[in-house]
């Protein structure tokens, strides 16, 4: 445990500021941020390395090739954002509070590749994101969202949040269930230390999303125009990867 902490410490640390400096001239030539996105795979695979993580990943085959979708995903720990940014293969952006973007380096990088902010705070603030975003997904971006808000502290998946599911709705793409288990004891909430471990990403089928504003959908697709129905069944989606 000690060891690992002390690895992923001395270096982990040097690496992610040697990688931000190749984060920083890959805007030479791709303002797109998926040159970013790809530094950051390498940056998760690595501090997963370091820490004697395993991960095993099933269901890649139900992610949607050449359009945008939502991700959605339960959270148990900190290193599920490391092991979905590292094992995930397709570009996506994160969707997140703003506040993460004022972390040095991490969060730097974060708005230089592109990843959404949500203002948490105030609703108004909120709506506009949401908004914004639902416009970022529209032209082709898709995006990843831990739809609890939170790690859950016992491993049982909390409430989740409106915001993902309006965002759903407002953009009328797909949302791909994900299920993950193995963080929660990796390093435990509050902690530094880092235990080895191994942790499973299942990957859900495609559940589809209709837009009230876009009504004409692909004939035989159906979708699901309403946030709460929508929770609902993404919610029992990722519920059925976790057992």
């Not at 002390?6 to 990688?19: A, R």
């Amino acid at each position: 445990m000690l060891f690992r902490t002390l690895l992923v410490w001395i270096i982990g640390l040097p690496v992610t500021i040697f990688l931000f400096i190749f984060v920083l001239l890959s805007l030479i030539f791709d303002r797109s941020g998926n040159s970013i996105h790809r530094i950051g795979r390498l940056w998760g695979r690595i501090l997963l390395f370091l820490s004697g993580v395993a991960i095993e990943i099933k269901g890649t085959e139900n992610l949607l090739q050449g359009r945008p979708q939502i991700l959605a995903s339960n959270h148990q720990g900190a290193f599920d954002i490391l092991a979905l940014q590292a094992f995930i293969p397709m570009q996506f952006r994160w969707v997140a509070k703003k506040s993460l973007f004022k972390i040095p380096i991490v969060g730097w990088s974060m708005s230089l590749a592109g990843y959404v902010g949500i203002e948490r705070e105030r609703a108004s603030s909120a709506y506009k994101s949401i908004e914004a975003a639902a416009e970022r997904i529209k032209n082709g971006t898709s995006v990843l969202i831990f739809p609890e808000g939170t790690r859950s502290a016992t491993g049982e998946l909390l409430p989740f949040k409106r915001g993902g599911f309006l965002l759903a709705v407002k953009s009328g793409v797909p949302v791909i269930p994900i299920s993950i288990t193995g963080t929660k004891d990796i390093m435990k909430k509050g902690s530094v230390l880092i235990n080895p471990g191994r942790i499973k990403i299942v990957i859900g089928r495609p559940i589809q999303t209709k837009s009230p504003l876009t009504p004409l959908y692909k004939k035989g697709e159906g979708g699901i125009a309403d946030e709460k129905v929508l929770m609902d069944a993404v919610r029992k989606a990722i519920e059925e990867g976790l057992l």
